[in-house]
């Protein structure tokens, strides 16, 4: 048993890229589907879309980095 008990190190990096990945989707698919449509989003939602954005992008960014690069060579 490792460090971090017994993580599946693989299928952690695999979820969290594809979580932060859909969560970029749907931020940017939203965004998208408003402007498309002429519609005028709220500030608040607007705010939201774009967090979303930005965090999908740093998770997909820094899940594969962390689960797959860092926490494997702490053990």
Same mark, same amino acid.
């Given at each position: 048993?490792? #460090?971090?008990?017994? =993580?599946?190190?693989? #299928?952690?990096?695999?979820?969290? +890229? @594809? =979580?932060? %990945?859909?969560? +970029?989707?749907? &931020? ?19 705010? $939201? +879309?774009?967090?979303?954005? %930005? $965090? &999908?992008? $740093?998770?997909? $960014? =820094?899940?594969? @980095?962390? +689960?797959?690069?860092?926490?494997? @060579?702490?053990?």
């Amino acid at each position: 048993m490792g #460090r971090y008990g017994d =993580l599946n190190y693989q #299928r952690l990096t695999k979820a969290g +890229f @594809l =979580l932060s %990945i859909t969560l +970029f989707a749907v &931020g940017a698919g939203a965004e998208l589907a408003a402007a498309a449509m002429h519609v005028t989003l709220p500030a608040w939602e607007n705010a $939201l +879309f774009v967090d979303m954005e %930005i $965090l &999908g992008t $740093l998770g997909a $960014l =820094l899940s594969p @980095l962390v +689960f797959g690069v860092i926490l494997p @060579l702490t053990e």
